[in-house]
């Protein structure tokens, strides 16, 4: 019993670590208020982890977002925003940086428009 609560909160420890590690680049970056974050600085902080032009994922198992469907981008930020999607970092990134509906169709147009997987099984 002893045992297994030192290993929820060795695991717990760990999680946390490790999700602060993760958000790191967009809470500690220059503008750390999500509110009052432009565009811009929203745009830049998803760069951070999924490469400026959606691209570049920072590590394999973050997803490329380049040349999705515009659609299938909104709905996902969406989901993440209302909860239907979990994921501790995207479920973080949304809130931290404070996605209005208009940044989520903004950003979703921005990178469906960058080629990337566009043209996969074209
Ligand atoms: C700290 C790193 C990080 C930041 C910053 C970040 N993301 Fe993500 N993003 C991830 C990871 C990791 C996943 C995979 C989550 C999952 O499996 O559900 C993801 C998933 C997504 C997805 C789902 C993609 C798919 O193929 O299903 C979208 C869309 C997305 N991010 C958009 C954004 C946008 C837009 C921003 C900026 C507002 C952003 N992300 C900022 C790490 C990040």
Do not use: W
């Not at 959606?54 to 909860?83: F, T, V």
């Not at 979990?86 to 169709?105: C, F, G, T």
Request: glycine share 10%; net charge neutral.
């Amino acid at each position: 019993m002893g045992q297994n609560n030192q290993m929820n909160k060795n695991f717990l420890t760990l999680f946390l670590l490790l999700s602060l590690i993760a958000v790191g680049p967009a809470i500690f970056s220059e503008e750390a208020q999500a509110n009052g974050m432009s565009y811009e600085q929203k745009l830049q902080a998803c760069g951070t982890c999924h490469g400026a032009d959606g691209d570049k994922p920072l590590a394999p198992d973050y997803p490329i977002l380049a040349g999705q469907h515009e659609d299938y981008l909104a709905n996902s930020l969406k989901a993440y925003k209302d909860g239907r999607r979990k994921h501790p970092i995207m479920n973080v990134q949304v809130q931290v940086l404070d996605l209005s509906d208009a940044d989520i169709s903004r950003l979703s147009s921005y990178f469906s428009k960058k080629p990337g997987l566009r043209g996969l099984g074209e």
